[in-house]
């Protein structure tokens, strides 16, 4: 069974979101149920030898790469990774992080870390930082510029571009005045003009009636139809619509333009990382085999499951077959 989308989306989420775990927390867990931890407080290790100080608070340190990594959760910056110390945006993600370590560190000394729900919490946050690590390097893995180039071409082989037109049109309140405008036009009157002058349609009137380029879906459908039938070049017989009368003018007709690779890889790139995610899944539930243990709601809570179709035809039917009439009775 592949994982649905909006648990993918919720998985994709989560992955390097901070975490709030308060709010579904159980204080009154026994401490024989809490997941076990060891009680090591990790941020307080020494960073690596490769690492560049960007604030000292107490005996721990923190490192310009934590900050640009907290610039990245918070989404501060469009390239966290070149954030130096000099910028606005360092400080106030670094600022951030001294608070956070100043609260850590009272949390520590007052030896919080042992509580029950601490680890509890503590141990919750780890399985998710461990999974979400896991699902990171598999979308490094599988998200790549050559796979994001491969859908893009294979999405413009499979759907071609849709036909657009490009039109201009003079919207009037009668077939009466709809005839009229098109005997002037037929006289040698410029369309564009004409429309700015005796239009109805005030979002078109001052650019000369001009739709722009459209799909037959991206405008009403008596106008499409009309429009895709009009060759370039010609004007149209007064038509119709929920709108009003129309005369349109057709410009130009083309293949809609495709947007390019860059402007797609946003949306390829959240596609692929779906559906490694999913992928992922189902080969991991092969290795750990899941069994729901919860009990089902209680039965009034439950559907009732969907029974038989009856025909009461059919039910007639059978019900003469058992029983036929006597033809001696009168």
Not at 183 to 200: H, I, N, P, W
Request: hydrophobic residues 40%; glycine residues 6%.
């Amino acid at each position: 069974m592949t994982v649905n989308q909006a648990r993918l989306h919720a998985l994709l989420c989560a992955i390097g979101a901070s975490l709030v775990l308060g709010a579904c927390s159980d204080p009154s867990e026994a401490p024989g149920n809490a997941a076990p931890h060891d009680g090591a407080l990790r941020f307080l290790d020494a960073p690596p030898a490769s690492s560049t100080p960007a604030a000292r608070v107490g005996d721990s340190v923190i490192t310009i790469e934590d900050v640009r990594r907290e610039a990245r959760v918070r989404e501060l910056s469009e390239d966290p990774d070149e954030l130096q110390p000099g910028d606005p945006v360092f400080r106030e993600a670094l600022d951030a992080l001294i608070d956070q370590r100043l609260l850590a560190l009272e949390a520590a000394r007052r030896g919080l870390q042992q509580s029950p729900e601490a680890r509890r919490r503590l141990a919750a946050a780890e399985e998710r930082i461990l999974g979400n690590v896991l699902v990171e390097t598999a979308v490094a893995d599988g998200v790549t510029d050559e796979a994001v180039r491969r859908v893009y071409e294979e999405q413009a082989r499979l759907a071609p571009p849709e036909q657009e037109v490009r039109a201009r049109h003079i919207l009037l309140e009668s077939r009466e005045a709809a005839r009229e405008v098109l005997r002037e036009l037929e006289d040698g009157a410029d369309f564009a003009a004409l429309a700015r002058q005796v239009s109805q349609d005030p979002a078109t009137r001052l650019e000369g009636g001009d739709l722009g380029y459209f799909t037959r879906s991206g405008i009403l459908p008596e106008f499409a139809r009309i429009a895709f039938a009009t060759s370039p070049g010609e004007v149209s017989e007064p038509f119709e619509t929920e709108a009003g009368w129309h005369v349109l003018k057709v410009v130009d007709r083309r293949a809609q333009p495709r947007p390019g690779l860059e402007a797609m890889r946003p949306s390829i790139v959240r596609f692929l990382t779906l559906q490694r995610i999913d992928a992922l899944l189902e080969t991991i539930r092969e290795t750990y085999p899941v069994t729901i243990t919860a009990g089902r709601a209680p039965g009034g809570l439950r559907r009732p499951e969907p029974g038989p179709v009856i025909d009461p035809q059919a039910d007639e039917a059978e019900e003469a077959q058992e029983d036929p009439a006597d033809p001696g009775q009168p």
